[in-house]
Nanobody
Framework: QVQLIESGGGVVQAGGSLRLSCAAS????????MAWFRQAPGKEREFVAG????????SYADSVKGRFTISRDNDKNTMWLQMNILKPEDTAHYSC???????????????????WGQGTQVTVSS
């Protein structure tokens, strides 16, 4: 069983930055694929960024590419999402997810992930 706890959300003005953290329990963290998803009111959950297993290979949604950076520290069982140049359209509930049987082509698919955190709210004001 893996537990994920996100933190770092808040309210920020457009153009500002936030850093989300996702702390994971369990000693199999190193072999997992980790990702961030978000869901805005009235919209479907969407993939934001992910890191495939321990390869360092990352993937980003086009809408955040160049502004967001995903990183992880396996020794600390923690993943981060650095969000810069935030826009009002980035406002959403952000959740981290972990999967242990994900192949590369599934990294953007929410249903491929095994565990989810409760999420943290990010609000960007214009």
């Amino acid at each position: 069983q893996v537990q994920l706890i996100e933190s770092g959300g808040g309210v920020v003005q457009a153009g500002g930055s936030l850093r989300l953290s996702c702390a994971a329990s369990g000693d199999t963290f190193k072999q997992s694929t980790m990702a961030w998803f978000r869901q805005a009111p009235g919209k479907e959950r969407e993939f934001v960024a992910g890191m495939f297993r321990n390869s360092g290979r990352t993937s980003y949604a086009d809408s955040v590419k160049g502004r967001f950076t995903i990183s992880r520290d396996n020794d600390k069982n923690t993943m981060w999402l650095q969000m810069n140049i935030l826009k009002p359209e980035d406002t959403a509930h952000y959740s981290c997810a972990v999967g242990f049987r994900i192949i590369l082509s599934q990294m953007r698919t929410a249903t491929a992930y095994d565990y989810w955190g409760q999420g943290t709210q990010v609000t960007v004001s214009s």
